[in-house]
């Protein structure tokens, strides 16, 4: 089940607790598609206390599937090609 927060840290927070094993699109829109990655909800790129308490300020679209969470972002997107996996957390040491 996709779930999406913008504007909503508790939520958000909430939801990266009760789904250790999901995942995360941090969905940035606009034209560069470097920024638009879906993550591992245990990624410390999610965690960094520069982020804190403005997280949401960029939506997280979120599920426990990644197959659900891909085809969301590639229809947000528009293109499968316009959104990518993080480099960190789905290296093979990740």
């Known amino acids: 089940m ?5 504007n909503d840290e508790k939520g958000y927070k909430d939801w ?7 995942y995360v699109f941090n969905f940035f829109g ?3 598609s470097s920024y638009n990655l879906i993550h ?11 982020d804190e308490g403005s ?3 960029i939506q ?3 599920s426990p599937d990644l ?3 891909s085809d969301e972002a590639t229809r947000l997107r528009g293109s499968v ?3 990518s996996l993080c480099k960190i957390c789905f290296s093979s040491s990740g």
Not at 2 to 6: A, H, L, N, P, R
Not at 16 to 22: A, I, M
Not at 40 to 50: E, G, H, Q, S, Y
């Open 2 to 6: 996709i779930s999406t927060f913008q």
């Open 16 to 22: 990266l607790e009760n789904n250790k094993l999901g």
């Open 30 to 32: 606009g034209r560069d």
């Open 40 to 50: 591992k909800a245990n990624c410390w790129t999610l965690r960094r206390k520069t």
């Open 55 to 57: 997280r949401t300020k």
């Open 60 to 62: 997280k679209v979120c």
């Open 67 to 69: 197959k659900e969470l």
């Open 81 to 83: 090609n316009e959104w």
